[in-house]
């Protein structure tokens, strides 16, 4: 990709998250509609991604089972939150369901692979963690959601726009 592609991209995507930044400030309603369902077929892909991937790799690894359950699990999580209401509350608990998930994931993948565990092991704390007062905690956590997603897209977004910016100066 070229500096000028680069470019381009980088600030058409700096764009698109300033503009969802603000959209979840003037309707966090909708937003967490927008955001559950983006979030959902993101899980939908990465679990058909991650179980096909598995299935390919099970000459070669022996516990390529455990991708595939992952793979199926987010499958079915995906599901949940296509077919549910866009409840800002069912949307934070299927979220936190995620992370505890992913943390059990991460943390049973660390100790059989016994390879690279302190980081492995330390982030699957944290998600289990994180997921477990999402869970738990869903109307505390629901209000300052919306808004903390459309603070952190907006950092972001500026970010990458004025990389976008910085990169296009180089033609």
């Known amino acids: 990709m070229n500096l000028q ?25 909708l937003a967490v509609f927008t955001l559950s369902r983006l979030f959902a ?5 990465f ?28 499958v079915l999580l995906a599901g949940l939150l296509l077919a549910s ?6 949307f934070t608990r299927v979220l936190g369901l995620w992370a505890i ?3 059990l994931f991460r943390f049973i ?4 692979r016994q390879v690279s565990m ?10 289990f963690l994180f997921g477990l007062v999402l869970f738990v905690y ?20 500026m970010a990458v726009l004025s990389g976008g910016l910085f990169i296009g100066r180089f033609r």
């Open 5 to 29: 592609t680069r470019s381009f991209a980088q600030i058409v995507t700096g764009l698109m998250m300033l503009s969802f930044g603000i959209y979840c400030f003037v309707r966090p309603d």
């Open 41 to 45: 077929l993101g899980l939908l892909v």
């Open 47 to 74: 679990g058909a991604v991650s179980v096909s991937g598995a299935f390919s790799m099970r000459q070669l690894v022996p516990r390529w089972w455990m991708q595939a359950l992952e793979g199926l699990v987010y």
């Open 85 to 90: 209401p866009a409840s800002i509350l069912f």
């Open 101 to 103: 998930l992913v943390g």
């Open 109 to 112: 993948s660390a100790s059989v």
């Open 118 to 127: 302190g980081f492995t092991t330390f982030g699957g704390g944290m998600s």
């Open 138 to 157: 869903p109307q505390a956590v629901a209000g300052f959601l919306s808004v903390l997603i459309g603070v952190v897209l907006i950092l972001l977004g």
